[in-house]
């Protein structure tokens, strides 16, 4: 049973790029949240997919766009790179039907940004 | 004020002791409590949930939650220098949506 995939694992950019990061949700999941993590903080909150719509979205810039797809794969894109983007960007699933809380995670996109 | 409050650490504990770490949150919608487990360099993996008042322990994690003090605690028995970690408490509503905080970095010292 595969878990939550991400790709790429690693990618360098430098400012006012853009950059698509992917990810596959674990087996049977049918929602897709994406989270910013900076170097020693929390995960922050992006926004999350649900029936290929937007449902929720964290206080983030529109410079920061999803899409998921009918297979409930998902795409987080970041237009105009900033230095301050430089994180690691991670995706979780869940199942909306029987939620209980729980995410999974992928091992993360990590960006840097020069 | 940040929805959810975690002391950054490190906190530092010999091997076989106890760990304890707590957590407050702003919401008092919140409904979901979580902790995560992050090894550097490592995505987060969820090794306790509470949504009740109380105590609830599996294996040697008790999670508390006091929902009249917005309080969550994470205490870890027998710690191993396998537990050192950064640890996560996040909390939810009914969406979905996490609120992490910055984590607590625990030292195991065997």
């Known amino acids: 049973d595969a878990g939550v995939t991400q790709s790429p694992t690693h990618l360098i950019k430098t400012r006012g790029q853009q950059v698509t990061l992917r990810c596959s949700p674990k087996?049977?999941?049918?929602?897709v949240s994406w989270y910013q993590q900076a170097l020693g903080q929390g995960p922050q909150f992006i926004f999350q997919?649900?029936?290929?719509?937007?449902?929720q979205r964290g206080n983030f810039p529109d410079r920061f766009s999803g899409h998921q797809f009918p297979n409930y794969s998902s795409e987080l894109n970041v237009n105009a790179l900033l230095l301050g983007d430089s994180a690691l960007y991670l995706c979780?699933?869940?199942?909306?039907?029987?939620?209980?809380?729980?995410?999974?995670f992928g091992e993360g996109s990590r960006l840097t940004v020069l | 004020q940040k929805e959810v409050e975690q002391n950054s650490g490190p906190l530092s504990v010999p091997e076989g002791a106890i760990a304890s770490l707590n957590c407050t949150y702003s919401?008092?919608?919140?409904?979901?409590f979580f902790w995560y487990r992050q090894y550097s360099g490592k995505s987060p993996e969820l090794i306790m949930f509470?949504?009740?008042?109380g105590d609830k322990e599996d294996g040697r994690f008790t999670a508390q939650l006091n929902k009249a003090s917005q309080y969550v605690s994470l205490l870890i028995r027998d710690s191993q220098p396998s537990d050192s970690a950064t640890y996560l408490c996040?909390?939810?509503?009914?969406?979905?949506?996490?609120?992490f905080g910055q984590g607590t970095t625990l030292q195991v010292k065997p």
């Open positions: 979780a699933s869940s199942f909306e039907g029987a939620y209980t809380g729980e995410l999974f």
């Open positions: 087996s049977g999941h049918d929602t």
């Open positions: 997919y649900y029936e290929e719509e937007e449902r």
């Open positions: 919401d008092r919608g919140s409904q979901s």
């Open positions: 509470i949504y009740s008042n």
């Open positions: 996040a909390v939810s509503g009914n969406t979905g949506k996490l609120i």
